[in-house]
């Protein structure tokens, strides 16, 4: 009993000693960032960036924070607060008013963003600010000529466009969509003369369609929201996105492998090789050869996790997995591949069926002629 009365005691007589660990682990637990349902905005998992660095990081323009201030990105800073400049003096709106309005959303900006911002308050409201003014003005130009000047630094030079849009769909190089949206209403109503204003939905598809050749894309347009989009990657991702379907699949997919190239291929389906591809109208191979368009497609889902409750192409995974299940359709697969894989064999193929059809039409004449003869003789 006097054991069990002095081991609080003993931990109390122990604190004393240990108190500048519990102190900074306290600390720690204190300074823990909460979860917000904000946080859309994250780093990219290294087993993706291990596939290719350069597909993740931003060549030219650093946009928010988590690339800002970075030594190859600085060039670009002097540009994007000229286009802050211009965009005040296009809106209605003025700097001190823009300042205080992302102060006042600062703790709902940082919580936009996964990782711990470690800018302090000023600094990340003026890396909001001007990178927010800088898109805004770059779909603005883009959509209006007549916006652009004679001394822009990146329209009046092609390759500049096409070094800053490729860094503006990275996802570590995101702003918050809203915050987009709020800025925009300052300058739309003293836009060039339209019949229709466009929204800031409109600007972003004509700029990404445009430049990224994406095509057949309008019934998706009509779906998306600018409630709903939280920043350009989730923008691009919907415009991919298919519409829904007529018979939606209820449950998950009964399999995470889907069938290989391969496999399709014996099942009959014509998934040959890139130049078949291409050849259909599949795909589009800007690489140059077959061989870095195989590459690409090879690599497509390295360090890419399936998760079979959420998965858009569920039914089309079915279908194909049902497709090949089939012993039928290998049957006829493997006569297509072996035995009629070029037009000779099926004209080969098809003179042998003749002849044989012939060959029994004729033993059956032969039989009916023998057997009437033999009835006459007996008569």
Not at 298 to 311: E, Q, R, T
């Amino acid at each position: 009993m006097a054991e069990n009365g002095e081991a609080p005691n003993d931990i109390e007589s122990q604190q004393g000693q240990h108190m500048p660990l519990i102190t900074s682990m306290r600390q720690e637990l204190e300074e823990l960032p909460t979860f917000s349902s904000l946080c859309c905005i994250y780093k990219v998992p290294e087993r993706l960036r291990r596939v290719s660095e350069k597909a993740y990081t931003p060549q030219v323009v650093s946009i928010g924070p988590l690339h800002h201030s970075k030594v190859g990105l600085k060039a670009m800073e002097v540009h994007k607060k000229r286009y802050l400049q211009d965009f005040i003096s296009r809106s209605k709106g003025s700097l001190e008013e823009y300042v205080v309005n992302m102060k006042n959303q600062e703790a709902k900006l940082r919580n936009c963003y996964a990782e711990t911002i470690q800018f302090g308050s000023d600094e990340f409201v003026k890396i909001i600010l001007v990178d927010a003014a800088f898109i805004i003005e770059v779909l603005l130009r883009y959509h209006f000529h007549e916006l652009q000047e004679e001394n822009d630094r990146i329209f009046n030079k092609p390759w500049m466009l096409q070094d800053v849009w490729p860094d503006m769909r990275l996802l570590e190089n995101q702003l918050p969509f809203f915050v987009l949206e709020e800025l925009y209403a300052k300058v739309s109503s003293n836009l060039p003369v339209t019949p229709v204003t466009p929204s800031l939905i409109d600007l972003s598809y004509h700029f990404f369609t445009s430049l990224m050749h994406i095509e057949g894309t309008e019934g998706n347009l009509e779906n998306i929201r600018s409630s709903t989009v939280e920043h350009f990657v989730d923008f691009c991702r919907s415009l991919y996105l298919p519409l829904p379907l007529k018979r939606p699949i209820k449950g998950r997919l009964e399999t995470l492998t889907t069938p290989s190239m391969t496999d399709l291929h014996r099942a009959g389906v014509k998934f040959k090789d890139v130049e078949l591809l291409v050849k259909y109208g599949i795909v589009e191979n800007r690489l140059g050869d077959s061989s870095g368009g195989s590459t690409l497609i090879n690599n497509l889902a390295d360090g890419v996790i399936f998760d079979s409750k959420d998965f858009c192409y569920a039914a089309l995974c079915k279908d194909l997995n049902n497709y090949c299940s089939w012993t039928w359709h290998k049957w006829k697969a493997n006569l297509r591949q072996n035995y009629f894989n070029t037009p000779w064999a099926v004209i080969s193929f098809t003179a042998a069926v003749i002849l044989l059809i012939l060959t029994l039409v004729q033993a059956v004449c032969s039989v009916i002629s023998a057997t009437q003869q033999s009835q006459q003789s007996q008569h």
